[in-house]
């Protein structure tokens, strides 16, 4: 199980690496196989062998160093680094962030004392630094920065992107779905196949943009006064939509260990059977 987790947990730090500028702010992940995702913030943490200040060390991490913990308490934390055992300590949890959000420059970017351009600068930030997300102000984040702090101002593609997870993850109930393809228009009103819509969709998670085939559009139906959601689905196996504006999104996570596949299969069979009149 703790395998499995920090296998993820390097998978989502390469992707971190290989994210496009459209998935520059990236959301916690959540907890894994085994607990969640922490970064030291200081420049450096002690791993004691029991939650004192007196007990024997066994490691020290530095700043930005990821590991994995489960127990967090009486203000420690435990520390699992490795795949091929248990925690090797407990650090104090006042240093480090817990499943955090990251920001990912990509371009040189300035790091200012406070939220305004104005400001004094205290760091410039090469393209491809990936640092953790302390606060999130609107259009600025604040982030954790060698041991201190800094504010950087988002770009205009990120804000555009957190506008549409805001609408996104306030889906609400619905009250009808049409999904428009190349072969006509399939209408869902069953309340169960909403649901499960709502429910996949609004815990949707920003990400890289997709090479998939987007052949289809659906319009989602609020069941209030809002405006209706217009969405283009990927069309192959991939659990991806598009918004109208370009920013890609990945559903389905409270399935759990379904593959995509089965993910995209499950949205599909919604509508019966519009994928194969789509490609005939």
């Not at 913030?41 to 200040?53: G, K, Q, W, Y």
């Not at 393209?127 to 259009?139: A, C, F, R, S, Y």
């Not at 217009?230 to 659990?239: I, Q, Y």
């Not at 990945?250 to 599909?268: H, K, N, V």
Request: aromatic share 10%; hydrophobic share 40%.
């Amino acid at each position: 199980m703790l395998k499995k987790s920090v296998t993820l947990v390097l998978a989502l730090g390469m992707l971190f690496l290989w994210a496009q500028a459209c998935a520059e702010i990236i959301p916690a992940h959540g907890m894994g196989q085994t607990g969640y995702q922490a970064v030291v913030l200081c420049e450096s943490l002690t791993v004691r062998e029991n939650r004192s200040t007196s007990s024997n060390a066994v490691r020290t991490l530095r700043n930005g160093d990821t590991f994995i913990t489960w127990q967090n308490r009486d203000g420690w934390a435990d520390c699992y680094i490795s795949e091929n055992q248990g925690p090797i300590g407990w650090v104090k949890s006042d240093y480090i962030l817990i499943d955090p959000a990251w920001y990912k420059c990509d371009e040189a970017t300035s790091v200012y004392a406070w939220n305004d351009t104005s400001a004094p600068k205290v760091a410039l930030l090469d393209k491809g630094t990936l640092l953790p997300i302390l606060k999130d102000d609107g259009n600025w984040v604040l982030v954790g920065l060698r041991g201190a702090v800094g504010w950087i101002q988002k770009a205009a593609a990120d804000r555009t992107t957190e506008d549409a997870a805001v609408t996104i993850q306030n889906i609400g109930k619905l009250s009808m779905a049409n999904l428009k393809t190349a072969k006509g228009v399939y209408t869902l009103l069953d309340e169960a196949g909403l649901e499960w819509i709502r429910e996949n969709f609004s815990i949707a998670q920003p990400t890289s943009a997709s090479n998939c085939p987007f052949d289809a559009e659906l319009i989602l139906f609020p069941n209030d006064s809002r405006p209706s959601i217009r969405l283009f689905m990927a069309t192959d196996d991939c659990r991806v939509f598009r918004t109208e504006n370009g920013e890609y999104f990945t559903y389905g996570f409270s399935l759990g260990e379904d593959s995509s596949a089965e993910i995209g299969q499950a949205f599909w069979a919604l509508f019966g059977n519009a994928k194969e009149e789509l490609y005939r």
